[in-house]
């Protein structure tokens, strides 16, 4: 904490700077071949330097215009006002304090003719909901990228993963010319494509594609920054190479391609590593994926996933930092616009492996109306997983009103894990409980594809729309492993009261099937009010045929049981009404309404011809309301009920004994439960100050709500069954503040971040009510600066305060005091030399649960060696975790069970890189 504070003192005192005078300047704004007073007129004041906005203001109804607090220095003033030209002149602020330009003549386009008009370009420019930065008004160095780029732009941050920020929000789309580019995710584009490429950046916020197209707009937005390439850019190739060798066996080694003729883009990318870098930079969980496991969505929707509670374990494919990975991925990416536009197609490939092996460690702490029961488990892993996914978007425009959009996707996925546990419990006296080996091993085999067709109808009343939307997905699943376990139970006195050993070979065969449609029907009612009827229909069916077998004399696995084999067929039918109305102005946004489904599902016991059937109605009613102060500033308040049905796993589950302390029960008995969600959200951005604030909050209360219910014996073998509580009322909430400014003195970014968060939450522990409470507060503060060719630096810090309280055993709390910093800065030499550094420190101190505070420092560095003009070849020596600190940690609560992890990642490790990249855009490849 010392270092921490010392070193933020010390960049503050660096980058302080000496009061100075302020200037002012005026005029107005005429056209005099008109006689017109030119009111609202935009007069921008850009930085001679580099033509950065430095301030700017707009005429009053007189046409004229007065800018105060001006430094000294040589700027331009830009004056803009739509079907005129541009009028650009230079000054200098020195001595003089205040400088009248008096009557600025704005001349119109149409009278230009033969005439020479002094314009300039406008760094930042506001149409409508979009801004849109000129790239050419911000200079970058050789060979940087379009993350470069965005962290010059007002408003925008960039931290040292590449995740981007921009006006307080986080950007979660990067498009390329309005299309998405390998998938959506930010770092591939920003952290692949130069600069120098860029004509405009545009950051806005992207209505979801209903809104779109009936124009009603439902209150969701995704922030999204679009990248508009020059056309010069958009003919020949660039690409990179990164190869890197290090000590202990680390490696990497990342190549892509990128070919572009007109509309037409063609992109491949290859990497191999043991880094913990998977891919060039985007999600793991889109790529890999996977599981094993079926459940229908209360309104007709399939799902498939693992929940640890299947016959076999599964491996996620997905890498999150346990464990040691090896990675080899690779894809290929097409799009195109041809016909005038009228037709385009976007698609992609992608291959991949992921090797993980590691070891986790867990300590958990069960409270129980008797006392404490202390569990520890020590984990190894081995984890294989093999993809290839292609989609295909295929869009057309069939007439000036009516457009057909084509989407198919197709995986084939191949897993092989293996699993081994030992584990046991202890009371709190330290007496054993049980004692558990077990082993899994599991091969899986998954076939997924989807099918989709949208076709969107437009009248020509304004505002009546129609759309009918396709779907058509099938999954198949084929597993087949062993489980071998060994559990022994102690009495009392210690001894061992009773031995389980189970050693089987288990087979998974599921597969599912679903239809969905959907059609929807916008028509204006009044002036600015309109209504959306949209009518549903929903078909899935499945079959999941389980097997345990148990070893015979002849040591075959071909004597089945049946305790533990299951064959289901499961059906489900769900019809969907609803209406959303909606009153829009100017600056107010309203929208009310409601959905209503009819579900019908039906599951088939192949085995005992058992039928057991679920018939259930749910609501979904919602409220949202905008206003609009200005075009950056709004604020929202909304409201959503919906119905959680019990899921079948927890109506009947399926009998599995691959973890034989921890058994699931069903409960026939079991009601819907009802969540009632409020939001609220003010946001404020200002473009000229780059300042933000924003507020948010939310809360929502559940009734009836299912809770689990844990009954736990002397041995501590645990039983789990769903419950609910209808005299009792679970209870989430979050809130907090963000904004940040931009330091002009310091030019320096500084923003704060405050946050909250907890819930009231209930289970039955041995039939014994039990009421946790958990609070979470946290703050955070952050510094940043960019100074072109010389330096940039972030830093980030701030505290937390964790609570979680269980009503059964009070005294045992997980309460205690967090830190957490980040910081990282890279500084430009000259001979083209580059170093920098990044770090996080974290802190968690020791709670009654857990008697030790952790502490952690990981610290990495660099040094760049840049050669040619381009500087497109590069050198680097990197080391990753140079205090060696890196040890995988986590603590979490739930219920009455506090959780401690431990586990094996990444630690210390040198490399030496070498980068080399090539751009022969505006060329023929």
């Known amino acids: 904490m010392k270092k921490l504070t010392f070193i933020l003192l010390l960049l503050i005192l660096c980058f302080s700077s000496r009061a100075q005078n302020y200037f002012l300047i005026k005029g107005s704004v005429i056209d005099t071949a008109s006689n017109i007073k030119l009111s609202n007129t935009t007069v921008s004041v850009l930085n001679a330097q580099d033509s950065m906005l430095y301030k700017f203001t707009r005429a009053d109804q007189n046409g004229n215009f007065k800018l105060d607090q001006l430094a000294r220095g040589s700027y331009i003033l830009l004056v803009t006002y739509p079907k005129y030209a541009d009028y650009l002149e230079r000054f200098t602020l020195d001595s003089v304090s205040e400088i009248n330009f008096g009557s600025i003549d704005m001349i119109l386009k149409s009278q230009l003719l033969a005439e020479v008009v002094i314009t300039g370009r406008q760094p930042v420019t506001i149409k409508g909901d979009t801004t849109e930065y000129d790239a050419a008004s911000f200079k970058m160095q050789p060979n940087a990228k379009v993350e470069d780029l965005l962290k010059q732009l007002p408003g925008i941050q960039v931290d040292k993963d590449g995740n981007i920020t921009a006006q307080g929000q986080t950007v979660n789309k990067v498009l390329v010319d309005g299309e998405e580019f390998f998938g959506d995710d930010p770092t591939l584009v920003t952290k ?34 679009n990248i508009q390439l020059k056309e010069d850019s958009k003919k020949g190739y660039f690409g990179k190479l990164d190869a890197g060798v290090g000590n202990d066996d680390f490696y990497q080694v990342q190549g892509m391609i990128n070919k572009f003729k007109g509309k037409e883009k063609m992109s491949a990318y290859g990497t191999i590593g043991n880094t913990g870098k998977v891919g060039l930079g985007w999600r793991d969980a889109d790529r890999y994926g996977t599981s094993n496991n079926m459940e229908f969505t209360d309104d007709g929707g399939m799902i498939i996933y693992g929940d640890g509670q299947d016959d076999l374990e599964s491996f996620s494919g997905q890498y999150s930092g346990e464990g040691i990975p090896l990675a080899r991925t690779g894809g290929l990416h097409y799009d195109n616009k041809w016909d005038g536009d009228k037709q385009s197609i976007n698609t992609n490939y992608k291959i991949g492996t992921l090797n993980v092996d590691g070891t986790r460690n867990n300590i958990t702490r069960r409270t129980l109306p008797t006392g404490v029961i202390n569990d520890r488990s020590d984990e190894t892993f081995d984890n294989h997983m093999f993809r290839h996914k292609l989609d295909a978007r295929y869009d057309i425009k069939l007439d000036s009103t009516t457009n057909l959009r084509i989407s198919v996707d197709g995986t084939l996925r191949n897993s092989d894990t293996k699993n081994s546990y030992t584990a046991e419990s202890r009371n709190e006296a330290g007496g054993l409980l049980n004692q558990s080996e077990r082993r899994l091993t599991n091969t899986a085999d998954d076939r997924i594809f989807n099918a989709s067709a949208l076709l969107t109808k437009k009248f020509r009343k304004a505002g009546r729309t129609f759309s009918l939307n396709l779907n058509q997905s099938s999954n198949t699943n084929k597993t087949d492993g062993f489980l071998n376990a060994d559990n022994n139970f102690y009495g009392s006195a210690g001894e061992i009261d009773s031995v389980s050993i189970i050693n089987q070979y288990k087979t998974n065969d599921i597969v599912n099937n679903s239809f969905r449609s959907n059609v929807t029907y916008s028509e204006p009612l009044f002036k600015n009010f309109a209504v959306v009827i949209n009518y549903g229909l929903s078909i899935s069916n499945g079959h999941s045929n389980r097997r345990s077998f148990n070893q015979s004399a002849t040591e075959a696995y071909d004597l089945l049981d049946s305790l533990y084999s299951n064959d289901y067929k499961l059906d489900q039918t769900s019809n969907q009404v609803g209406a959303v109305f909606n009153y829009k102005t100017e600056k107010t946004n309203l929208n009310f309404g409601a959905k209503v489904s009819d579900v019908k599902f039906k599951q088939l016991d192949e085995y005992t011809a058992d039928v057991f059937t679920r018939n259930f109605t749910n609501f979904n009613p ?300 505006g060329t023929k490849p």
């Open 192 to 225: 692949n494509i130069r600069s120098d490429m860029v004509d405009k950046v545009q950051l806005y916020d992207k209505q979801s594609d209903q809104a779109a197209f009936t124009g009603v707009d439902d209150g969701q937005k995704t922030k999204t920054i």
């Open 622 to 921: 919602q409220l949202n309301y905008q206003y609009k102060f200005s075009q950056q500033q709004s604020l929202r308040i909304g409201y959503n009920g919906n119905n959680t049905q019990p899921t079948i796993n927890q109506i009947q589950p399926v009998r599995v004994n691959t973890d034989p302390l921890n058994i699931v029960l069903g409960n026939p008995d079991l009601k819907p439960s009802f969540t009632n969600r409020f939001n609220l959200s003010y946001n404020s951005y200002k473009v000229l100050s780059n300042q933000y604030v924003n507020f948010y909050s939310s809360y929502s209360f559940t009734t009836n709500p299912i809770v689990n219910n844990t009954v736990t014996d002397s041995v501590g073998k645990s039983t789990y069954q769903s419950a609910n509580l209808s005299d009792r009322n679970t209870v989430n909430f979050y809130g907090g503040m963000y904004a940040g400014k931009k330091l002009k003195k310091l030019d320096m970014q500084v923003g704060l971040d405050l946050n909250t968060n907890g819930n009231t939450y209930y289970n039955l522990t041995n039939n014994d009510l039990n009421e946790t409470k958990a609070y979470t507060y946290s703050g955070n503060m952050s510094l940043s600066k960019y100074k072109e060719k010389k330096y940039d630096f972030y830093v980030s810090f701030g505290p937390s305060y964790n609570t979680s309280e269980s009503s059964l055993q009070p005294e045992f709390n997980n309460n205690g005091w967090g830190m957490n910093g980040n910081a990282s800065f890279n500084i430009y030499l000259p001979g083209k030399v580059q170093i920098g550094s990044d770090g996080n420190y974290m802190y968690t101190q020791a709670t009654q649960s857990f008697d030790e505070n952790f502490e952690r420092f990981i610290l990495n560095a660099y040094v760049t060696k840049k050669f040619f003009k381009e500087e497109n070849l590069r050198f680097t020596l990197s080391g990753n975790d140079l205090l060696n600190q890196n040890v995988g940690f986590r603590r979490s609560a739930f219920n009455n069970t506090i959780s401690q992890n431990s586990y094996t990642t990444i630690r210390r490790y040198f490399m030496l890189s070498v980068i080399w990249e090539f751009n022969k855009m």
